[in-house]
């Protein structure tokens, strides 16, 4: 068959629209996979933790609280306004407040962490001595109660905070039930027994065995 010059250019217009249309359908651009999202901490979409500060307790602390019990419990948390401390909650002494007379008047059915920078203080019972105490709780319970005042003492404010963001979720890990820890001096349920030297050797960690109670 004779092929003519005619024939050749039609067959190879042909080819090269075939080519363009086959290299813009290659070439179009496929749907973006959708971004993935980051990994958060598991909400409890139930579970909620009120901090309620006590007198006058600086925006910094609370902020740094609710960020720090979200991320170790992943409770959402809340800050309410600021209630007054009032005389009637001193201790003995009148120098200091006396926790248990706080949790008693505080004790609700939400969970609550209540934050103070005034010293708190306890005792065992009406006829032993009150001392300073760093925070108390009910075991198990709802309510719990933290002071920075005797965090603070010759520290930055950085480091205060850390021993803050400890003693917060000890309290708040006995009133989820946890006992105190004697299997690892680095968990965060080891008895304080009122030496900040004990808060300073503790990781922002529970052990295995106090991780496993939680559950
Ligand atoms: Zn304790
Ligand atoms: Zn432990």
Avoid at 6 to 12: E, H, I, P
Avoid at 55 to 74: D, I, K, R
């Amino acid at each position: 068959m004779r092929v003519t010059r005619k024939q050749l250019l039609f067959a190879l217009f042909l080819l090269v629209v075939a080519t363009v249309l086959t290299v813009s359908i290659l070439a179009k651009p496929h749907p973006y996979p959708q971004p993935q999202s980051h990994p958060q901490p598991q909400p409890h979409p139930q579970k909620v933790i009120y901090i309620q500060p006590l007198g006058n307790v600086p925006p910094e602390y609370l902020t740094f609280l609710q960020q720090s019990v979200h991320s170790f419990y992943g409770y959402q948390c809340v800050v309410k306004p600021a209630v007054p401390l009032t005389p009637n909650l001193l201790a003995a002494s009148q120098t200091r407040y006396e926790a248990s007379k706080i949790l008693l008047k505080y004790n609700s059915r939400q969970n609550l962490l209540l934050v103070t920078t005034q010293d708190i203080a306890h005792r065992k019972s009406a006829t032993q001595p009150e001392y300073g105490i760093f925070g108390l709780d009910y075991r198990p319970g709802t309510t719990c109660v933290v002071s920075t005042f005797r965090l603070q003492r010759h520290v930055s404010r950085a480091k205060m905070l850390e021993r803050l963001e400890k003693v917060a979720l000890h309290e708040i890990g006995h009133n989820l039930g946890l006992p105190h820890c004697t299997l690892n001096k680095h968990c965060m349920m080891q008895a304080a027994q009122g030496t900040i030297k004990q808060v300073d050797l503790e990781k922002v960690w529970f052990c295995e065995a106090c991780r496993a109670k939680l559950r």
